[in-house]
């Protein structure tokens, strides 16, 4: 870095010019100060005055304490060298330079420092120390072992067997009051040649690809606007967020109530809009019902997904923007080449966590339609409640959630690949 | 000289800030999309609006068109009376309180203990138990259903103490204590936690038990308001299991006792005032707890 300094200045030499050189200079020493030399001078000096103190208590108290672990002594011995070097060969003009600089400004700091550290050994443990110390360590994994014995239990219980009891369950037949035979692969194959799961499973999907095409980037427009407003964020996100805090059994029975054909609220307003009596089957109508509970689910969600955009929109960095907007950038390519990009890993946490929830919908569509006008509304969950509990074929039903459990797993495992690809991209 | 700084006020703004709305165009944008996202909040809200107004609706007004319904409007509170009458709502809120503060007292102590145990104590293989603990946050809840409630019908442990726990608080309680999830949160709070703490605590004499309930415990009180206000929160707006295993109305929780409601075929403004009524509790709880409740949903989805 001198060199170049040097070389920078050549013959030309006014006072100013130097001072000025001399000035960044230092400047740059003091970063390096910061950033190289003294992480390395911290490490042995103090390990140095470590083991003087230790000696001095050792004569003092011959107790010691057996929580400190000793670091490895061949491993502290450190070389310290000046990071910086000037040219061994200097002009004279350079040497004037040099000693005018020292004198005005004092050597650099650097340049004291001793170029070894002389790094005693540690003393050893005496033998008594280290018998208490694996006491110490065994009484302390034991007492760890105690502690997660009742979680332990509880996920054996509820958790685990249940887990592999569905595995088994699903391989035999099992119905209440007869006793599960064996009956090998049989429920698979009924499941697969079993139109109506298969339908059950294309509501599920279906519902979720609403879900996301909606329900993601209207929060997004939301959030955009609820983070920059002046007045009134408070009141809009309480608004947005209210339905997701709603249980979902009120807010079931509310949107029933409000889909309900002739006399709900929303046939009611289009009827006094258009002028004629409007009765539109909501949940009735086999082609309308998913997307009536989709509404039901983005109406419940936004708010939830609004405040997760929100959260991300504070990490982007500000400058980002003031730049943009110093070069004249429009609001939409604002959007467009900065938020967006930003955001995509947060895009993509909604989106899969609206997938994984659109999936397992089951309170709503059990209580709006029960499976709907002919079971065009039946998602899995319902279609397994009801093989299980109400047509009591256990074995089958249980099939029907080991695949359940797959689909749902490998959705899962599908996000995690995506999002640990996007770190370590970065 | 340095040059001169274009001024540039910060109001905490992206993409609308003070300067831009200078420009007329994007004045227009901006106010349009305001217009937009409080019609937006309004229509958001316009459920709950509708719900008191059904809920205040005499009962003749009900399957009338809405031109009628505000002509002849009159303000009637006697629903609430008959809805509270009818259904006993007490019951089912003592009972959704018990079991949601049981399964969330329950839950906290079981993993927090494990977390700590798992995060500094290190016992045996506890990589293993770790990886067996963490790997049940995949499992979704419907498909163990089945083998739980069976195993509920059913009960016994090792062949001893053969009991029927359905329609008991026990069969709402005791699956609701496995969550891994909680151990999950529980254990990236504790790894971040200084040995110097317990080191410290251990040096002054306190036995390993008394530095979890005394030191651990307190260190880590608002992380467990937060994980107690979110479990909570989820057991007590729970509706699959308690479908499942109750079906008597001593035993039932709110949101089923709710739901109830509706299969006997009461008029629309009973129901929805029995609907308002039970949402009380909620939107309470939220007042309260607002701060914590935002916290705890930010916390957990960007947590996964």
Same mark, same amino acid.
């Given at each position: 870095?001198?060199?170049? @300094?040097?070389?920078?200045?050549?013959?030309?030499?006014?006072?100013?010019?130097?001072?000025?050189?001399?000035?960044?200079?230092?400047?740059?020493?003091?970063?390096?100060?910061?950033?190289?030399?003294?992480?390395?001078?911290?490490?042995?000096?103090?390990?140095?005055?470590?083991?003087?103190?230790?000696?001095?208590?050792?004569?003092? &108290?011959?107790?010691?304490s057996?929580f400190q672990?000793?670091?490895?002594?061949?491993?502290?011995?450190?070389?310290?060298?000046?990071?910086?070097?000037?040219?061994?060969?200097?002009?004279?003009?350079?040497?004037?330079?040099?000693?005018?600089?020292?004198?005005?400004?004092?050597?650099?700091?650097?340049?004291?420092?001793?170029?070894?550290?002389?790094?005693?050994?540690?003393?050893?443990?005496?033998?008594?120390?280290?018998?208490?110390?694996?006491?110490?360590?065994?009484?302390k994994?034991?007492l760890g072992?105690?502690?997660?014995?009742?979680?332990?239990?509880?996920?054996?219980?509820?958790?685990?067997?249940?887990?592999? &009891?569905?595995?088994?369950?699903?391989?035999?037949?099992?119905?209440?009051?007869?006793?599960?035979?064996?009956?090998?692969?049989?429920?698979?194959?009924?499941?697969?040649?079993?139109?109506?799961?298969?339908?059950?499973?294309?509501?599920?999907?279906?519902?979720?690809?609403?879900?996301?095409? *909606?329900?993601?980037?209207?929060?997004?427009?939301?959030?955009?606007?609820?983070?920059?407003?002046?007045?009134?964020?408070?009141?809009?996100?309480?608004?947005?967020?209210?339905?997701?805090?709603?249980?979902?059994?009120?807010?079931?029975?509310?949107?029933?109530? @409000?889909?309900?054909?002739?006399?709900?609220?929303?046939?009611?307003?289009?009827?006094?809009?258009?002028?004629?009596?409007?009765?539109?089957?909501?949940?009735?109508?086999?082609?309308?019902?998913?997307?009536?509970?989709?509404?039901?689910?983005?109406?419940?969600?936004?708010?939830?997904?609004?405040?997760?955009?929100?959260?991300?929109?504070?990490?982007?960095?500000?400058?980002?923007?003031?730049? %943009?907007?110093?070069?004249? %950038?429009?609001?939409?390519?604002?959007?467009?080449? *900065?938020?967006?990009?930003?955001?995509?890993?947060?895009?993509?946490?909604?989106?899969?966590?609206?997938?994984?929830?659109?999936?397992?919908?089951?309170?709503?569509?059990?209580?709006?339609?029960?499976?709907?006008?002919?079971?065009?509304?039946?998602? *899995?969950?319902?279609?397994?409640?009801?093989?299980?509990?109400?047509?009591?074929?256990?074995?089958?039903?249980?099939?029907? %959630?080991?695949?359940?459990?797959?689909?749902?797993?490998?959705?899962?495992?599908?996000?995690?690949?995506?999002?640990?690809?996007?770190?370590?991209?970065? | 000289?340095?040059?001169?700084?274009?001024?540039?006020?910060?109001?905490?703004?992206? !993409?609308?800030?003070?300067?831009?709305?200078?420009?007329?165009?994007?004045?227009? !944008?901006?106010?349009?999309?305001?217009?937009?996202?409080?019609?937006? $909040?309004?229509?958001?809200?316009?459920?709950?609006?509708?719900?008191?107004?059904?809920?205040?609706?005499?009962?003749?007004?009900?399957?009338?068109?809405?031109?009628?319904?505000?002509?002849?409007?009159? =303000?009637?509170?006697?629903?609430?009376?008959?809805?509270?009458?009818?259904?006993?709502?007490?019951?089912?809120?003592?009972?959704?309180?018990?079991?949601?503060?049981?399964?969330?007292?329950?839950?906290?102590?079981?993993?927090a203990m494990?977390a700590y145990s798992?995060s500094k104590l290190r016992?045996?293989?506890?990589?293993?138990?770790?990886?067996?603990?963490?790997?049940?946050?995949?499992?979704?809840?419907?498909?163990?259903?089945?083998?739980?409630?069976?195993?509920?019908?059913?009960?016994?442990?090792?062949?001893?103490?053969?009991?029927?726990?359905?329609?008991?608080?026990?069969?709402?309680?005791?699956?609701?204590?496995?969550?891994?999830?909680?151990?999950?949160?529980f254990k990236s709070f504790f790894d971040k936690l200084p040995n110097d703490f317990i080191e410290a605590a251990r040096v002054d004499g306190y036995s390993e038990i008394s530095i979890f309930f005394k030191i651990i415990i307190p260190i880590s009180r608002s992380i467990i308001?937060?994980?107690?206000?979110?479990?909570?929160?989820? !057991?007590?707006?729970?509706?699959?299991?308690?479908?499942?295993?109750?079906?008597?109305?001593?035993?039932?929780?709110?949101?089923?006792?709710?739901?109830? !409601?509706?299969?006997?075929?009461?008029?629309?403004? =009973?129901?929805?005032?029995?609907?308002?009524?039970?949402?009380?509790?909620?939107? =309470?709880?939220? $007042?309260?707890?607002?701060?914590?409740?935002?916290?705890?949903?930010?916390?957990?989805?960007?947590?996964?």
């Amino acid at each position: 870095m001198s060199d170049d @300094i040097f070389g920078r200045v050549g013959n030309d030499l006014s006072e100013n010019a130097i001072k000025g050189m001399v000035d960044d200079e230092l400047k740059s020493h003091k970063k390096e100060d910061v950033s190289l030399p003294i992480i390395k001078l911290k490490l042995a000096p103090t390990v140095d005055n470590v083991v003087d103190i230790k000696k001095k208590e050792k004569k003092e &108290k011959p107790k010691e304490s057996v929580f400190q672990v000793p670091g490895a002594p061949g491993l502290i011995s450190v070389k310290m060298e000046s990071t910086v070097r000037l040219p061994d060969t200097l002009t004279p003009s350079q040497k004037l330079k040099k000693a005018f600089r020292y004198r005005r400004y004092g050597r650099p700091a650097r340049q004291t420092l001793p170029s070894t550290v002389i790094v005693k050994p540690l003393p050893e443990y005496k033998k008594q120390d280290m018998m208490k110390l694996k006491g110490y360590k065994l009484k302390k994994s034991l007492l760890g072992a105690q502690m997660v014995l009742p979680a332990l239990l509880v996920f054996l219980l509820f958790s685990w067997l249940p887990i592999l &009891k569905t595995f088994t369950i699903a391989f035999q037949k099992f119905e209440t009051i007869n006793k599960p035979v064996y009956v090998g692969l049989a429920n698979f194959t009924k499941i697969l040649y079993d139109p109506k799961f298969w339908e059950a499973c294309a509501h599920s999907g279906i519902l979720s690809a609403i879900v996301i095409a *909606i329900g993601t980037w209207i929060p997004l427009f939301l959030a955009l606007y609820v983070y920059e407003v002046r007045r009134g964020s408070s009141l809009l996100k309480i608004l947005y967020f209210i339905p997701f805090l709603t249980p979902a059994v009120p807010a079931a029975i509310l949107w029933k109530w @409000i889909y309900s054909q002739g006399f709900g609220l929303i046939n009611g307003c289009l009827s006094f809009i258009l002028g004629h009596p409007v009765a539109i089957g909501w949940l009735t109508d086999s082609k309308l019902v998913l997307l009536s509970i989709a509404i039901v689910f983005i109406w419940k969600n936004t708010g939830w997904a609004m405040l997760i955009y929100m959260a991300g929109l504070q990490n982007i960095p500000k400058n980002l923007f003031e730049d %943009a907007s110093l070069n004249g %950038a429009s609001v939409w390519s604002k959007i467009k080449n *900065i938020i967006v990009p930003s955001l995509i890993p947060v895009i993509m946490a909604v989106v899969f966590i609206q997938i994984i929830n659109g999936m397992q919908v089951f309170t709503e569509v059990y209580i709006m339609t029960n499976g709907g006008p002919e079971g065009s509304s039946e998602v *899995i969950a319902t279609y397994m409640y009801k093989k299980a509990f109400l047509y009591m074929d256990i074995g089958y039903a249980s099939g029907v %959630a080991v695949f359940f459990l797959f689909l749902l797993v490998s959705i899962t495992l599908l996000r995690m690949n995506l999002s640990g690809g996007k770190r370590s991209n970065r | 000289m340095a040059k001169k700084k274009r001024n540039i006020p910060d109001d905490g703004t992206y !993409i609308f800030p003070a300067y831009e709305l200078k420009d007329r165009n994007n004045m227009l !944008i901006y106010r349009i999309w305001g217009a937009v996202v409080f019609a937006g $909040a309004f229509l958001t809200a316009l459920p709950f609006l509708w719900m008191l107004i059904t809920a205040v609706m005499p009962t003749e007004l009900i399957f009338a068109p809405i031109t009628k319904i505000a002509a002849g409007f009159k =303000v009637d509170f006697s629903h609430f009376a008959r809805a509270w009458e009818i259904t006993p709502f007490l019951g089912y809120f003592l009972n959704s309180i018990l079991v949601a503060g049981s399964v969330v007292a329950g839950q906290i102590l079981i993993s927090a203990m494990a977390a700590y145990s798992l995060s500094k104590l290190r016992p045996p293989m506890y990589q293993v138990i770790m990886a067996l603990l963490l790997s049940t946050i995949l499992i979704p809840f419907e498909t163990i259903a089945i083998p739980l409630y069976l195993f509920m019908r059913d009960f016994s442990i090792a062949g001893f103490f053969k009991l029927n726990l359905i329609n008991t608080y026990w069969a709402l309680i005791l699956p609701g204590l496995a969550n891994a999830f909680n151990i999950f949160i529980f254990k990236s709070f504790f790894d971040k936690l200084p040995n110097d703490f317990i080191e410290a605590a251990r040096v002054d004499g306190y036995s390993e038990i008394s530095i979890f309930f005394k030191i651990i415990i307190p260190i880590s009180r608002s992380i467990i308001t937060v994980i107690a206000i979110l479990n909570f929160v989820t !057991i007590w707006n729970s509706f699959f299991w308690p479908l499942i295993v109750t079906n008597e109305p001593n035993i039932y929780t709110l949101m089923l006792g709710i739901y109830k !409601i509706i299969e006997e075929g009461q008029p629309w403004n =009973v129901v929805m005032a029995a609907v308002t009524i039970s949402m009380v509790p909620t939107i =309470v709880g939220f $007042a309260i707890f607002q701060k914590q409740v935002m916290r705890g949903i930010l916390f957990t989805t960007l947590q996964e």
